[in-house]
């Protein structure tokens, strides 16, 4: 027998699928009016004024006015509104900060106003209520849900409240969910999170789970804390455990070893969130991609990637994406951010409608040799290789080796294994090979003895954890990069071979 609340639930996303596709059915003309709205909104802040946006009437008008810029290049505007300037990015002042640990530049504080933060909130809330509406299955909103997140403790700046996004979300759960939701406030507070996750497997352990949502990585670390204390499969601890809700990393490199510590196959939800917004979330089970959030206060621009150090790169709007392109996507939003390189970079997988994949990220990628291979091309090998297989990946990233001892320089892979190949030299020809098929510039190196085939390096049980606990990112929203382009990274653990 279903509750009120499962039965209330259909409707209810039946109601949010029709007006997701109004918008996602009208995409151009969606964008439009979200470009329109955003000029005019910021005319007479200082941002406005500076780069003339009174006399802003297209796009064409604004590449010529407002160059792309990453947080450094805006960083004197936001040193402004941090300071207690009212008017300078977006009419008056924002209600928080997200702060981030940003990998090149320190603490950057990314502005959240009251016209941006409930896309932050609906984003979230709509990606469940299209399952619902899709599967027909809403039983889980009667059991428990986790959601591994930050500290929700905040601040104060010079009047804005202050934190991570994920703490600031957390105040914004909404009323009908309060009572469902875990883990408790004093558990989400503890800052140390291997203190947490224990904290949270107390928590858990006696209640009906039936949604679990993070950063794969760190739920990875709950499952396997669950399972050393029950010695239980996940799935045989929490029988109504049907929902994963997953964002900030690829989850297919995790998704084997999921399914080993689950016991069983579970339905799963991709999200594209980020504190400077929500860009997009899985809105079909079946589908490759991610719904682009085309009416959520964000304009969208695309540079082709292999284009975007170029002098004067191309900026284009969805009108003129193509599918199968990697292009660095570029933001202006209703928190005040202007022709904004968040970093990252997407591929479309579809145009009807707008869906995009994370394909890695602008600064994250390996040219040492000129082959430019990114975080989605490595990914997509390991995954072949493990296909079909025993092998279990705990963690993996990529550096380029220039100055080996002997012969050429190659490329190297750090992995920490959970299962390992019985013949690694296989493994490693099964990455390669699948490394030199998406990438031709890789199989071009390797086939004009540039480059030697790729070298595995094993990293010790907890490697990449203890590493990620040296440099004070163990937790919350960190992520590993995937790949980088020196040795920074691999110089700081361990190594076996």
């Not at 504080?109 to 933060?117: D, F, L, N, R």
């Not at 005040?336 to 869906?355: C, H, M, Q």
């Amino acid at each position: 027998m279903g509750s009120l609340k499962s039965a209330l639930a259909k409707p209810f996303a039946k109601y949010i699928y029709k007006r997701i596709q109004k918008w996602a059915n009208n995409p151009i003309d969606t964008q439009h009016k979200v470009f329109q709205e955003l000029i005019s909104a910021a005319t007479s802040t200082q941002f406005g004024k500076d780069h003339d946006f009174v006399s802003i009437n297209n796009h064409a008008d604004y590449i010529k006015r407002v160059p792309i810029r990453d947080y450094e290049a805006l960083k004197p505007y936001v040193e402004k509104v941090v300071a207690g300037e009212k008017d300078i990015l977006w009419k008056g002042q924002p209600i928080y900060f997200a702060k981030t640990s940003g990998t090149t530049s320190g603490s950057k504080y990314i502005p959240i106003t009251k016209e941006s933060m409930p896309t932050h909130v609906d984003a979230a809330r709509n990606a469940i209520l299209m399952y619902i509406n899709e599967t027909g299955n809403s039983q889980f909103v009667d059991g428990k849900m986790i959601f591994l997140q930050g500290s929700p403790i905040l601040k104060e700046e010079n009047g804005v409240q202050l934190g991570r996004l994920s703490g600031i979300v957390a105040h914004y759960v909404p009323k009908y969910l309060q009572k469902n939701r875990l883990p408790s406030w004093e558990t989400n507070c503890i800052e140390d999170w291997e203190t947490k996750v224990d904290a949270i497997v107390e928590e858990t352990l006696p209640e009906n789970m039936t949604i679990i949502s993070g950063i794969p990585s760190w739920v990875q670390m709950y499952f396997e804390k669950l399972q050393q204390k029950t010695g239980k499969k996940v799935g045989d601890i929490f029988k109504n455990f049907n929902l994963f809700i997953f964002g900030g990393v690829n989850y297919e490199p995790y998704r084997s070893k999921f399914e080993n510590l689950i016991g069983r196959k579970v339905d799963s939800i991709e999200l594209y969130p980020a504190s400077e917004g929500f860009f997009a979330f899985q809105d079909k089970q079946n589908e490759k991609g991610m719904l682009l959030q085309l009416n959520s206060g964000i304009f969208y621009e695309f540079v082709k990637a292999d284009e975007f150090f170029d002098k004067n790169p191309k900026r284009i709007t969805i009108k003129d994406v193509e599918v199968g392109i990697n292009y660095v996507m570029i933001i202006s939003t209703n928190a005040g951010l202007w022709a904004y390189n968040i970093g990252d970079t997407v591929e479309f997988t579809s145009t009807k409608p707008y869906r995009v994949i994370v394909s890695g990220r602008i600064k994250h990628f390996i040219s040492a040799f000129g082959e430019h291979v990114i975080g989605k091309e490595v990914e997509q090998a390991m995954q072949e290789a493990t296909l079909n297989s025993n092998i279990s990946v705990t963690e993996f990233t990529v550096a380029p080796q220039i100055n080996p001892e002997h012969g050429l320089p190659y490329h190297e892979w750090f992995i920490e294994f959970e299962n390992e190949p019985k013949n690694m030299v296989d493994f490693a020809k099964k990455i390669d090979a699948s490394l030199q098929q998406q990438n031709s510039y890789y199989f071009d190196l390797i086939e004009g003895h540039v480059l030697q085939p790729l070298k595995i390096t094993k990293v010790d049980k907890d490697g990449f954890k203890n590493y990620m606990k040296s440099i004070g990112k163990l937790g919350g929203q960190n992520k590993l990069p995937r790949l980088s382009n020196d040795r920074k990274i691999v110089e700081r653990f361990p190594q076996n071979n």
